[in-house]
């Protein structure tokens, strides 16, 4: 399909009323990395800049997936999700980006719209790359974050806006729920790639021997769902903030536990998690490699801009999967 991003003259409206008719727009960059959503820097006349999130079809490189009807990691994207999960966070502790406008009714764009602060653009991924030392506060305070979301317990799993609406379904337990979203993505990497093809029946079998050692449990927390260094800017003072939060769930922690090990290596230990399962710690991993192998095969069959980097990622979990059987 043929893009076209968002154009200076399509904001005068927001600014004007957001910022005072006398405010200008001197900048306006669509930031890299986002893949669902478009995520813009606005420069202004004599003020800070601010952060424009957009969700519309033209900023969603991702194409339909074959999908685990009650996964609660599925679609996670809009500003119904956004608005409940950045109460949620709120609520929680959790140092984020302040929102400063939420629009879902087309006031502005033919989309759903939100400003927020800027942040700044320093990651933490980068701190750590570029100075470990610097990044060592900054990662201890996320672990205190986290152990305040791990800690903030629901009902029930799910959507933040299913739970409190009644509409979460309750009919299994969350380790058939990855059981099954693990086997789903393991098809849909198998028609991609004949290695995984031809081991199939191993990978599948590997995986309901994970799930089979998985005692069940019902204590949901604040989970979300694919924090890593990458989604926490750190700001001047070094505090982390989070971001991408359109997939905060309440879910098992171990989920959240299992993609941070895989995220952040060695470092991993700084955060002084909460405890954890081993056995479902180790299930959900493996179902998280073979998504790892699915999602980007699946984009990198789109326009997606950096298609190299998706097929690079896959080809590394492809190596890890099949090592694990």
Known sequence: MTRTFLQSDELHDLVAEQFGSDSRLTGLHRLTGGSKKGVYRLGLDGQK????????????????????????????????????????????????????????????????????????????????????????????????????????????YGKLAAVAQGEASQTRRTEDIIMDRGLGHLDAAAARDPRLADAHHRIAAHLHHLHDRVAPRQEYALVHGELGPDHVLVAPSGEPIVIDIEGLTYFDVEW???????????????????????????????AQVLSLIEGPLRIADTDFPNRRWMLDLAEWNITKALAAI
């Open 49 to 156: 800049p601010v952060i424009l999130y957009v969700w519309a079809a033209g900023e969603n490189y991702w194409p339909p997936s074959t999908t685990v009807p009650d996964d609660p990691f599925t679609d996670a994207s809009g500003a119904e999700l956004f608005a409940a999960n950045h109460a949620a966070l709120t609520a929680a502790g959790v140092r984020i980006p302040r929102l400063l406008m939420l629009d879902r009714d087309g006031r502005y764009l033919d989309a759903d719209i939100a400003l927020l602060e800027d942040a700044g653009a320093l990651r933490l991924e980068a701190l750590m790359e570029r100075d470990p030392a610097a990044a060592a506060a900054p990662l201890s305070a996320l672990g205190d974050a986290l152990r305040r979301m791990h800690t903030t317990f629901g009902p029930n």
């Open 256 to 286: 959240e536990h299992a993609w941070l090990q895989m995220r952040l290596g060695e470092a991993y230990p700084a955060l002084r998690p909460v405890d954890l399962d081993p056995y479902r710690l180790e299930l959900y991993r493996y």
